[in-house]
């Protein structure tokens, strides 16, 4: 499609951003010159290649816009990634000049009193907490644009991916002693979290995040019963107390009742995410949700043996108990599980390209963008993306349970425990 400014627009555009000190103008402006760059888009290529913009800022210059490049006192950098509830950019606070990441609602959850009251709940867990093994927000803001009120908060900065991308990226299983080191760093979180008063409700791998160096961290509390919280029986008013979790991994308890729940709901939580670990697929792999739900109820989950036989009948037994049915057969706090797993763990350095991640995150965060403002209307947006994002080939295609099963981590043979 064609770029929605000339190379003169784009320019007068750069000028009146605010991205660039006159000196850093000044030198883009050269060094487009000595480029002898014909249009708008070779000036901003060559300006991204010498590191004076971001690919996100050049690409929302050349959509003939300036808004989004700022929230308040942060420079946007860079989209990190979407999910349900909105965007995740990396952002510099200007009077710091700390990197942060902006946790940013989206715009059509505005006016949607379910997703404000969740906002609201994660940002007052996150802003209560303050654990090695839990991403720490710094604050909860709001400001306003031409099209109302923008709700964000402003969070620690982690360069690190899910659990869920990382066996994306491996196409196998971790290690089981790795898992067992994710594990007991992810209850060590927990168990803090459930000392303060906390219940997550919504333990899963998509909400745990590693970095290079093994170290995990805890998110998205947006879920969490916080004792007498305000914000906790609203959003329960308002989308039904027994439907609060995210089916592949929530406790057979919380599914039918989620305001009556404790700490045990989110051990078996984490056991299912330690089942995922080591075998690839998640303990009740049905299309449909009813069978999901009923399955966590009902059903016993395929042997983690029966699909991994690597992983020792002692970690086997362990996950097992993790998932048991009824609470009061499971471990009954999180630092139980953090104990009997310490002696069992190895860390070790966990490799992926977290640039070509946050590529691969921007590609769709960058898409659905603009699919949002077609809908408000927005003519301005001409299309997705005008810079190529680079491609790994390690994250063209999804990891399915046959990709992993194939490619078993390596390792030592069971021991007989």
């Known amino acids: 499609m064609a770029t929605a400014v000339t190379l003169a627009g784009f320019q007068t555009l750069l000028s009146k951003s605010r991205l660039l000190t006159e000196a850093q103008f000044a030198a883009a402006l050269k060094h487009v010159r000595e480029a002898q760059a014909e249009t708008a888009e070779q000036a901003a290529s060559e300006l991204v290649a010498a590191r004076l913009l971001t690919?996100?800022?050049?690409?929302?210059?050349?959509?003939?816009?300036?808004?989004?490049?700022?929230?308040?006192?942060?420079?946007?950098?860079?989209?990190?990634?979407?999910?349900?509830m909105g965007y995740l950019y990396r952002a510099l606070e200007l009077e710091t000049d700390w990197e942060v990441a902006l946790k940013v609602l989206a715009d059509r959850f505005r006016f949607d009193k379910g997703r404000l009251t969740r906002f609201q709940l994660e940002a007052e867990a996150g802003l209560k907490l303050s654990h090695p093994n839990i991403l720490r927000t710094r604050a909860i803001r709001r400001t306003e644009d031409i099209y109302g009120v923008i709700h964000y908060m402003v969070m620690e900065l982690?360069?690190?991916?899910?659990?869920?991308?990382?066996?994306?990226?491996?196409?196998?299983?971790?290690?089981w002693?790795?898992?067992?080191?994710?594990?007991?760093?992810?209850a060590t979180g927990l168990h803090y979290a459930h000392e303060m008063g906390l219940v997550h409700r919504d333990v899963k791998p998509e909400n745990l995040l590693i970095r290079t160096d093994g170290a995990v961290k805890l998110l998205d509390f947006g879920l969490a019963m916080?004792?007498?919280?305000?914000?906790?029986?609203?959003?329960?008013?308002?989308?039904?107390q027994n439907c609060l979790g995210t089916a592949d991994y929530i406790a057979p308890?919380?599914?039918?009742?989620?305001?009556?729940?404790d700490c045990r709901a989110d051990v078996y939580?984490?056991?299912?995410?330690?089942?995922?670990?080591?075998?690839?697929?998640?303990?009740?792999?049905?299309?449909?949700?009813?069978?999901?739900?009923?399955?966590?109820?009902?059903?016993?989950?395929?042997?983690?043996?029966?699909?991994?036989?690597?992983?020792?009948?002692?970690?086997?037994?362990?996950?097992?108990?993790?998932?048991a049915k009824h609470p009061e057969h499971r471990f009954q706090t999180a630092d139980e599980v953090r104990q009997i797993l310490l002696p069992l763990a190895r860390r070790g350095p966990i490799e992926f390209d977290f640039d070509a991640v946050v590529a691969k995150r921007a590609e769709?965060?960058?898409?659905?963008?603009?699919?949002?403002?077609i809908l408000r209307g927005d003519s301005r947006t001409t299309t997705v993306s005008k810079l190529e994002i680079p491609q790994s080939p390690e994250l063209m295609g999804p990891c399915t349970d046959a990709n992993v099963l194939k490619n078993l981590a390596d390792e030592p043979p069971p021991s007989k425990d």
């Open 55 to 84: 690919r996100y800022q050049a690409n929302r210059l050349l959509e003939g816009r300036r808004r989004g490049l700022f929230l308040d006192d942060y420079k946007i950098m860079e989209i990190l990634g979407c999910g349900g």
């Open 158 to 175: 982690v360069k690190g991916v899910s659990l869920r991308e990382l066996l994306e990226i491996r196409r196998r299983t971790l290690s």
């Open 177 to 186: 002693r790795q898992s067992c080191d994710v594990i007991s760093q992810a």
């Open 226 to 240: 916080i004792g007498g919280s305000e914000a906790e029986y609203s959003l329960a008013t308002i989308l039904g």
């Open 253 to 261: 308890e919380q599914s039918l009742d989620s305001l009556n729940v």
């Open 269 to 323: 939580s984490l056991g299912c995410t330690f089942y995922f670990l080591v075998t690839g697929q998640v303990p009740f792999p049905s299309k449909s949700v009813t069978e999901k739900l009923e399955g966590h109820r009902k059903h016993r989950a395929r042997p983690v043996r029966e699909l991994n036989p690597k992983v020792p009948e002692r970690i086997a037994r362990i996950i097992k108990k993790m998932m």
């Open 364 to 373: 769709f965060a960058e898409r659905r963008l603009a699919s949002e403002s």
